[in-house]
């Protein structure tokens, strides 16, 4: 079956860096695109980033473009979120999402929290 695992989150000062990863498994990794979205306390969940299947297309919200970048690796059946240059607003349940024949998969989702 499809799993997503995500790690990689925790507590950053403003400014800071983390790397999110996203472990994949149940499906053939390398021919889906890959989606990371987010979800702060009392809102919806939105789409952050998402990268295309070989990796050569991304795209950002506006919030986050020239902050963070996806990659991918689909030796690993893995999908990064680089995110740097942090901010307050960034607090967030980070989930990794993919689209199975049509029917969405999403992981535990990892805490990101950014406070000084």
């Known amino acids: 079956q499809v799993q997503l695992v995500e790690s990689g989150g925790g507590l950053v000062q403003p400014g800071g860096s983390l790397r999110l990863s996203c472990a994949a498994s149940g499906f053939t990794f390398s021919t889906y695109v890959m989606n990371w979205y987010r979800q702060a306390p009392g809102k919806e969940r939105v789409v952050v980033a998402s990268?295309?299947?070989?990796?050569?297309?991304?795209s950002y919200a506006d919030s986050v473009k020239g902050r963070f970048t996806i990659s991918r690796d689909n030796a690993q059946n893995t999908v990064y979120l680089q995110m740097n240059s942090l901010k307050p607003e960034d607090t967030a349940v980070y989930y990794c999402?993919?689209?199975?024949?049509?029917?969405?998969?999403w992981g535990q989702g990892t805490q990101v929290t950014v406070s000084s």
């Open positions: 990268i295309s299947t070989s990796g050569g297309v991304t």
């Open positions: 999402n993919c689209n199975v024949f049509l029917r969405p998969y």
